[in-house]
């Protein structure tokens, strides 16, 4: 149910909850509104998902300086993709140079984001600030915003099972200097070795 809801999966989730017979979680609706924020986010429509993000609850962007900056990165990078490069200059110099004269971090990305503009195509891009362009990016993007949200509805951000392996990979590999033992293969379920 953890994973079903964290990674958005709304008719999923009802389905097991009810032939589970457990209580949701959360309300579904807000895991619909958080799949809509990321699918707006998903096709670059930022606007939109800072919109939907307001009306989910303002609080959030109100309360996160540095998930604020991400968004307005990303609507900089989805004008300088669409070549809307007077339009990416004067939105740089508005709404993000002022949050970089306050943050080195955030003027750091800025600087990475704006080198964008150097380069007349994607091919030509460095590998530093190639990353900025990749769809990539946007699902970073999506995914610190879905973070945000959970955490604002007092849910947890990461999906419990992916603690679960890292606690079984770490476990092993602390019996591993210790003794030999079966291990189980993750990916197939079966076990291997002695």
Do not use: H
């Not at 210790?178 to 197939?188: G, H, M, S, T, Y």
């Amino acid at each position: 149910m953890d994973y079903l809801v964290i990674e958005g999966y709304k008719s999923a989730a009802e389905e097991f909850s009810q032939e589970a017979n457990l209580t949701p979680p959360v309300d579904f609706e807000s895991i619909e509104s958080r799949m809509d924020i990321r699918e707006a986010l998903q096709r670059g429509d930022v606007e939109d998902a800072i919109t939907r993000v307001n009306d989910l609850n303002p609080e959030i962007l109100d309360t996160n300086p540095g998930l604020y900056f991400k968004l307005q990165q990303q609507k900089l990078i989805e004008y300088i993709r669409q070549g809307r490069i007077s339009e990416a200059v004067e939105f740089a110099q508005s709404e993000l140079a002022p949050r970089g004269e306050e943050s080195p971090e955030f003027l750091y990305e800025l600087e990475r984001t704006m080198a964008l503009l150097a380069f007349d195509s994607a091919p030509n891009v460095p590998e530093g600030i190639a990353d900025l362009l990749s769809p990539a990016q946007r699902l970073r993007t999506a995914g610190e915003v879905n973070a945000a949200i959970l955490d604002s509805l007092s849910q947890g951000n990461e999906v419990k099972l992916v603690g679960l392996l890292r606690l079984l990979c770490w476990g092993e590999k602390m019996l591993s200097e210790k003794a030999e033992f079966p291990r189980l293969n993750v990916i197939d379920g079966n076990i291997v070795g002695k």
